[in-house]
């Protein structure tokens, strides 16, 4: 399937989020992530079942103010 | 100085972010003595991975984290941004950041009051940056902020206090909350005339990061800062109109 990635659109097998953060190589990544625009806590990932159009955001830690 | 209950030595909470490089960062932190630095969650990029290199020089640096919500413009936003950054960084602490005009990054206040009721009822220990407006203060405490962070100025500036009267007023107001004076700081002596007034902590980043010795001018603020506290410690004289000689009148000789 197709879903977009921090905006890049990218072609996953999937079925779970947990899955595709395996397959787009955030296995031990310290990251958070974001479904359509709602938060998924990393104990959920392997619940939740991706869609052909998804938007996912992945957000790590960065420099801030 | 309390925040939420944690004991802090530094009432310098410093900026991670536009230093010039990694090693100039841990260097202006470590200069700085800060106990508590500000990071944020941006998108990973690609294959280069830089957030986990700089969480991972964060971690050694041994300061307590304060993730913010920069960047967001609507309650919604900000609310999923410290949800995210919760998971990310381990705290409950979140500067929150609701901006309402691009100009001047100042804070949409009705979305800052709303997030702050939204995610306080959720568990967060929220850090606003609002302005000096008294009625959104206490608006924000009902909320159930326990710490308020008024603007001296725009985000960048450098200008200082803009409005010294009315940070006065909120020291005179919340005589017992802790007032963090957030953005706008250019200068030491900016800092240490909000500490004169009686606020409890400096918030700032650009003013170090963009200095030509980032380093030094922690150092510079963390003592400009130090002197601030113990000179509204110390109280102040009352400021006069009039001159009033110091050196003794009586006595003179008439010459």
Redesign the interface.
């Known amino acids: 399937m197709k879903i977009l990635v921090?905006s890049e659109e990218r072609d996953i097998a999937g079925p779970t989020l947990a899955t595709a953060l395996d397959e787009l190589g955030?296995t031990c990544?310290?990251?958070?992530?974001?479904l359509n625009?709602?938060?998924v806590?990393?104990r959920r990932r392997a619940e939740v079942i991706l869609r052909d159009g998804d938007q996912l955001?992945?957000?790590?830690?960065?420099?801030?103010? | 100085m309390e925040l939420y209950g944690v004991t802090v030595g530094s009432r310098l909470l410093l900026g991670t972010a536009q230093y010039p490089s990694p090693a100039i960062l841990a260097d202006a932190v470590r200069q700085s003595g800060a106990e508590i630095v500000t990071v944020s969650l941006r998108r990973e990029s690609g294959n280069e991975r830089n957030g986990q290199g700089f969480w991972s020089l964060v971690r050694d640096l041994g300061v307590r984290v304060l993730p913010n919500t920069a960047g967001c413009h609507t309650a919604r936003e900000a609310i999923t941004t410290a949800q995210m950054a919760r998971e990310v960084f381990e705290t409950n602490w979140i500067k929150l950041e609701v901006i309402g005009n691009h100009d001047t990054l100042q804070p949409d206040v009705f979305g800052l009051v709303e997030a702050a009721r939204s995610l306080s009822a959720d568990g967060f220990e929220v850090f606003p940056y609002t302005t000096e407006d008294l009625v959104v203060g206490e608006r924000l405490l009902d909320a159930g902020c326990r710490v308020l962070m008024p603007w001296g100025a725009p985000i960048g500036s450098g200008r200082g206090l803009n409005n010294v009267y009315g940070l006065r007023m909120m020291r005179a107001h919340f005589p017992d909350v802790p007032l963090v004076v957030d953005a706008g700081i250019g200068l030491p002596s900016q800092a240490a005339q909000a500490m004169e007034l009686g606020y409890d902590a400096i918030l700032l980043n650009t003013a170090v990061a963009r200095a030509g010795k980032p380093a030094q001018m922690a150092h510079a603020f963390a003592q400009a800062i130090a002197a601030g506290r113990e000179a509204y410690i110390a109280e102040p004289m009352p400021m006069r109109d009039m001159a009033s000689p110091s050196t003794p009148v009586l006595g003179m000789a008439m010459l």
């Open positions: 921090n955030y990544a310290v990251i958070a992530t974001a625009g709602r938060f806590p990393a955001e992945l957000l790590a830690p960065m420099q801030g103010g």
